[in-house]
Nanobody
Framework: QVHLVESGGGLVQPGGSLRLSCTVSGSIFIISAVGWYRQAPGKQREVVAG???????NYADSVKGRFTISRGNAKNTVYLQMNSLKPEDTAVYSC??????????WGQGTKVTVSS
């Protein structure tokens, strides 16, 4: 009913940039917040950045000053602009939508590899 699709991952050199996109589609719903998460092999999933319906944002300490989360004009797409990428940013990045009165939904993830 609520479908999330991430895109924009790939291979980038340290210091480079990528922009991830998360598009939310489905029946009528209201999103209270969208978050970007990442998980590297053998590590726990961690929150990278979040944005609320009121455009309040927050970031993990590890990405502050480098990543920016934002919403598209259509309001159903959330972006994660990633600058100054480091090898430790390598992970599968997934978006999550907190949908009012429906629950929590995840996308399939998009892989980001930062390597020289």
């Amino acid at each position: 009913q609520v479908h999330l699709v991430e895109s924009g991952g790939g291979l980038v050199q340290p210091g480079g940039s990528l922009r991830l996109s998360c598009t939310v589609s489905g029946s009528i719903f209201i999103i209270s917040a969208v978050g970007w998460y990442r998980q590297a092999p053998g590590k726990q999933r961690e929150v990278v950045a979040g944005i609320t319906s009121g455009d309040m944002t927050n970031y993990a300490d590890s990405v502050k000053g480098r990543f920016t989360i934002s919403r598209g004009n259509a309001k159903n797409t959330v972006y994660l602009q990633m600058n100054s990428l480091k090898p430790e940013d390598t992970a599968v990045y997934s978006c999550n939508a907190d949908v009012v009165a429906m629950g929590n939904y995840w996308g399939q993830g998009t892989k980001v590899t930062v390597s020289s």
